[in-house]
């Protein structure tokens, strides 16, 4: 795949906490329209790489593009191009769900109609409707988190990151979550999550990386992984990659 044609890009990627590299030497391409997700245990390092892609942390070493703007050279253009979901968002307390997203919308240049369509829309799937008009600092961790997501939405991202998105979903908000991504896809959006849950991977995902101690150490669809791994199940390989043991026979 060319630069142009990669959504997200990234040669060499890594940053260093206290002389320890958190995200070593990170080659990653993602196609417009593609919904990849990054697999890791706790420490992996996949929050600091989104952090870097979203410009919110700088890299210690490589390079990335998004939507083929460069990080150093069109920062402001890329991140207008970009929305972030972060696993825990930055609401402000006395703003009502409703108003967070104007604001959000507004510092987006937002057009005013296009963005009350979609925010009833999303408010409506992401069962926020009856909601709207309280204050955030009444919302639960998933109804703020759906509330961002909501507000970045609004904005019509190319490239849209997000950080354990279902963590504090109920089932009904995850699965609507899923559809809702599946469909940014379809529409030409490019999505990239990070997860711990495996089934979210296996159920949306069109590839996946698993990284392990800053390192991405495989990568692929759901399928050609379990087929690298004698059939067995995805949580299989995710234990098996990041250095675990497993028992028993191989799974179907
Ligand atoms: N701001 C920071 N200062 C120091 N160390 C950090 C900082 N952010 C992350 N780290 C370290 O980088 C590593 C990767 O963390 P993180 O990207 O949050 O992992 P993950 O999101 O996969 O759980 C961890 O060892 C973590 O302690
Ligand atoms: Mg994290």
Redesign the pocket.
């Known amino acids: 795949m060319s630069t142009a044609e990669a959504a997200i890009r990234t040669h060499g990627l890594g940053r260093q ?2 002389g ?1 590299w ?2 070593r030497d990170l080659d990653l391409s993602v196609r417009p329209g593609e919904l990849y997700g990054f697999l ?10 989104l ?1 870097m892609l979203t410009g919110l942390l700088r890299p210690s070493a490589g390079t990335l593009q998004i939507a083929g703007l460069d990080h150093l050279r069109h920062g402001r253009a890329l991140k207008q191009r970009l929305g972030f979901v972060p696993d825990t968002p930055p609401l402000y307390d006395y703003l009502t769900g409703r108003q967070y997203v104007a604001l959000v919308a507004s510092l987006w240049h937002t057009d005013r109609a296009r963005r009350d369509e979609r925010c009833e829309r999303l408010f409506a799937l992401l069962d926020l409707a009856a909601v709207a008009d309280d204050l955030c600092k009444g919302y639960s961790h998933g109804m703020k988190k759906k509330l961002h997501l909501a507000a970045v939405l609004t904005t019509a991202p190319q490239v849209l990151l997000l ?1 354990e998105p279902t963590t504090g979903l109920d089932p009904l908000s995850t699965r609507r979550l899923k559809e809702l991504l599946r469909e940014q896809c379809r529409g030409g959006t490019t999505v990239l999550l ?1 997860t711990h849950v495996l089934d979210v991977a296996e159920q949306i995902c069109d590839r996946v990386g698993i ?1 392990h101690d ?1 390192t991405l150490c495989a990568e692929g669809t759901v399928a050609e992984l379990r087929a690298q791994h004698g059939g067995r199940s995805l949580e299989d390989v995710f234990v098996q990659t990041t250095g675990g043991t497993i028992d028993g026979p191989a799974a179907g």
Not at 40 to 49: P, R, V
């Open positions: 906490f206290a320890r958190a995200v890791g245990q706790n420490g992996a390092g996949k929050t600091t790489t952090r950080d990070s990284l800053g």
